[in-house]
């Protein structure tokens, strides 16, 4: 499974970088917000950190916009995927952009039948938000489960990658279930690395060393 960082904070993508565990990044509009920066000077700035598919929003209601703004973000840099929320007119744009060879990743989805859509139009990444399927009561997870297994009866090549990650298990159940990608919050990726038997390994390890012989 890829693992993608969800941020469009650079110190936080320098830090997992530098951890062998971002293959990309994926950003939004809140989380552009979140760090109160603009966005085409962001995702240059990502790209020169992270060699991988880094995803920029666009934002237009319509069609002709989306492709707009997809045939500009592709410009920033070759390592740019964009970001199309889901919808007719989303699907429309993601069937134009795949014509001239921009890769796309849809956001917004919440159902096996938007993702199928997503697969048909040539989107190369499709995201399904676990978090928020979660806060209302929908289990998530079953939603990837369901995708990668039409995915599979079809052999469709678009991209399962599992957004709106929000704990550990959320990432533990994404490679059980054979997820092309997760993209995870920084805090998240930090929990990844903790386990209180590893603590207390260490503490016993340092306590001992020191009743070890230095000479
Ligand atoms: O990539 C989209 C994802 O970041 C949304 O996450 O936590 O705002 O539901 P969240």
């Known amino acids: 499974m890829k ?3 969800d941020t ?4 936080e993508i320098r830090a997992a970088w530098e951890m062998g565990c971002v293959d990309g990044v994926t950003t939004n509009p809140s989380l552009l917000a979140k760090v109160g920066r603009p966005l085409e000077e962001t995702i240059r700035e990502i790209c020169s950190i992270v060699d ?42 993601v069937k134009a952009l795949t014509a001239v060879g921009i890769r796309t990743n849809v956001t917004l989805c919440f159902s096996a039948n938007q993702a199928l859509l997503c697969a048909k139009a040539g989107a190369t990444y499709v995201s399904p938000f676990v978090g ?3 806060d209302i009561s929908q289990d998530g997870m079953e939603l990837i489960a369901d995708i990668i297994s039409i995915f ?9 990658l599992v957004a709106s990650i929000r704990n550990p298990v959320h990432v533990l159940q994404s490679a059980r279930l054979g997820a092309d990608v997760a993209t995870v919050p920084f805090s998240v990726i930090q929990q990844l690395s903790q386990h209180p038997l590893t603590d207390a390994g260490i503490a016993k390890f340092l306590k001992d060393w020191e009743k070890v012989p230095k000479k």
């Open 52 to 93: 991988g598919p880094i995803s920029a929003e666009a934002v237009s209601l319509d069609a002709p916009g989306l492709i707009a703004e997809g045939r500009q973000l592709a410009k920033i840099h070759d390592n740019v995927v964009v970001k199309i929320p889901m919808g007719v007119e989303g699907m429309k744009a």
């Open 132 to 134: 928020r399927l979660d």
């Open 152 to 160: 599979r009866n079809y052999d469709y090549r678009t991209q399962v």
């Open 8 to 11: 469009a904070d650079v110190k």
């Open 3 to 5: 693992f993608f960082i």
